[in-house]
Nanobody
Framework: QVPPVESGGGSVQAGGSLRLSCAAS???????????VAWFRQAPRKGREGLAA????????YYGDSVKGRFTIAQDNAESTVYLEMNSLKPEDTATYYC????????????????WGRGTQVTVSS
């Protein structure tokens, strides 16, 4: 199946907000609804860090410790899009952000995901 496509990256000042979008080339519902969509990020020379996951079937959400209380993952069923609302951004949030999905119920282990977007760059200035 085809990978998702991220958009919404850019530059923002510390303390600001940014909304990322993850759109399915085909609808996420095409996966029969039994799927997880998740957001990861990777800074230079670092591994991928899990940020948030959403279970398409029931809308359950899960967050990594580093972003709890600041980031929110949400689903727009009409547009087959999953969003990542990022608030109170910090310079250390600067990274390439990736959307990924997989069949089944998963959390934020990158090894569980087979389909990855190309990434969108987020830069937070102090």
């Amino acid at each position: 199946q085809v990978p998702p496509v991220e958009s919404g990256g850019g530059s923002v000042q510390a303390g600001g907000s940014l909304r990322l979008s993850c759109a399915a080339s085909s609808a996420f519902s095409y996966l029969t609804g039994i799927a997880t969509v998740a957001w990861f990020r990777q800074a230079p020379r670092k591994g991928r860090e899990g940020l948030a996951a959403l279970w398409i079937a029931d809308g359950s959400t899960y967050y990594g410790d580093s972003v709890k209380g600041r980031f929110t993952i949400a689903q727009d069923n009409a547009e087959s899009t999953v969003y990542l609302e990022m608030n109170s951004l910090k310079p250390e949030d600067t990274a390439t952000y990736y959307c990924a999905w997989a069949h089944g119920y998963f959390l934020m282990n990158d090894r569980d995901y087979s389909y990855w977007g190309r990434g969108t760059q987020v830069t937070v200035s102090s």
